[in-house]
């Protein structure tokens, strides 16, 4: 067996100085111990050390313990830079976790990093392009050949909500409703999803906009209208100076 509980509990150690850092420097000394292969895979086997079994403990899953501190920390991370407004450093984040999950560990994340990433953007400057790429790069839809297959669950709502959320913080509502629409059969939606699209709609209201009003009250408003033009008129022709004839 895999003693990981040393690669684990440095994890966490850098999960718990990210949380109380307000410099992105955490970050970046969390992602070279990620990319440090040899040091964070330094786990051997305790029955034999030959280098075949070395080899093979190596190619085998983490624990759960591994994976949740792996996680737990990345979304300190995507906070952190978002709050930051870091934009570039958001992907890195996700580029170096993903990475180092699929090739080094074989291991499944959670898809709520995605979520995560996507928020922490919607906090920057980045404009909805780069939002937009963040989906698409890592979701996968209903197609099980996609080349990153790393996550452990289909997105939920969480992940299309705060998507939905996102392209709305760049005007873009139409997209917003559209992608609701592409994805409603796929991912089983919330009541939240429902309260998101109506708040969006809400806010896309010009303050000072008429009501839509039905076909019967637009034909009392035109008729209104026209006696009240008419009766203007009438008016202003009694007003007129008396003018004597020739």
Request: charged share 20%; proline share 4%; hydrophobic share 35%.
């Amino acid at each position: 067996d895999c003693d990981w509980s040393v690669p684990t509990a440095q994890i966490v150690s850098y999960g718990a100085d990210i949380r109380s850092s307000r410099s992105t420097a955490s970050i970046k000394s969390f992602l070279v111990f990620l990319q440090g292969k040899n040091s964070l895979l330094a786990v051997e086997s305790v029955a034999d050390k030959t280098t075949s079994s070395t080899s093979a403990t190596n190619n085998s899953p983490p624990p759960q313990s591994f994976v949740d501190a792996i996680g737990d920390s990345t979304i300190q991370a995507l906070r952190l830079a978002g709050r930051a407004g870091d934009f570039r450093l958001i992907f890195e984040i996700m580029e170096t976790v993903t990475t180092v999950a699929a090739e080094s560990f074989q291991m499944k994340l959670p898809p709520r990093l995605v979520g995560e990433a996507i928020d922490a953007l919607s906090r920057t400057k980045a404009n909805a392009s780069k939002i937009r790429q963040m989906w698409t790069k890592y979701y996968s839809g209903n197609d099980k050949n996609k080349s990153l297959q790393i996550f452990d669950s289909p997105f939920s709502a969480y992940e299309l909500n705060v998507m939905i959320r996102a392209l709305a913080s760049r005007s873009k509502i139409r997209a917003s409703i559209d992608l609701y629409h592409e994805q409603k059969e796929r991912i089983r939606c919330d009541s939240y999803t429902a309260s998101t699209l109506l708040r969006i709609l809400e806010q896309s209201i010009e303050p000072n906009q008429e009501p839509i009003l039905s076909i019967a009250d637009t034909k009392k408003k035109t008729t209104a209208t026209s006696s009240l033009v008419t009766s203007t008129e009438t008016t202003a022709s009694n007003n007129l100076p008396y003018q004597h004839l020739p």
